[in-house]
């Protein structure tokens, strides 16, 4: 099993900044994919950002591209989202979560993926 904690959600005011953790323990080595998503209220979870556990190719949705970043911090299983320039549309609970699959592609539906975090909320005022 894979367990994953988010942190760093918060308030900020539109044009500000958040970085978010996802911290990863259990059974890392077999983590293909982490990716990030978010769900607003009565919406549907919304595919960000997923990027190879080993490093190397990222992908974003048109939506956060430019304005977020995903990384990895290799010494402490853990990834990051950068979030910049944000909007109130971006107030939502954000979720890391975990693909398994050996498949090698980078998936961006949220069925894919094998474990997620609890969620952090991140609120943007306008």
């Known amino acids: 099993q894979v367990q994953l904690v988010e942190s760093g959600g918060g308030l900020v005011q539109a044009g500000g900044s958040l970085r978010l953790s996802c911290a990863a323990s259990g059974r890392t080595l077999s983590i293909n994919v982490m ?67 050996p498949n090698g592609f980078i998936s961006l539906v949220d069925y894919e993926y094998d474990y997620w975090g609890q969620g952090t909320q991140v609120t943007v005022s306008s």
């Open 35 to 101: 990716g990030w998503f978010r769900q607003a209220p009565a919406k549907e979870r919304e595919f960000l950002v997923a990027m190879y556990w080993s490093g190397g190719t990222t992908y974003y949705s048109d939506s956060v591209k430019g304005r977020f970043t995903i990384s990895r911090d290799n010494t402490k299983n853990t990834v990051y989202l950068q979030m910049d320039s944000l909007k109130p549309e971006d107030t939502a609970v954000y979720y890391c979560a975990a693909d398994l699959s």
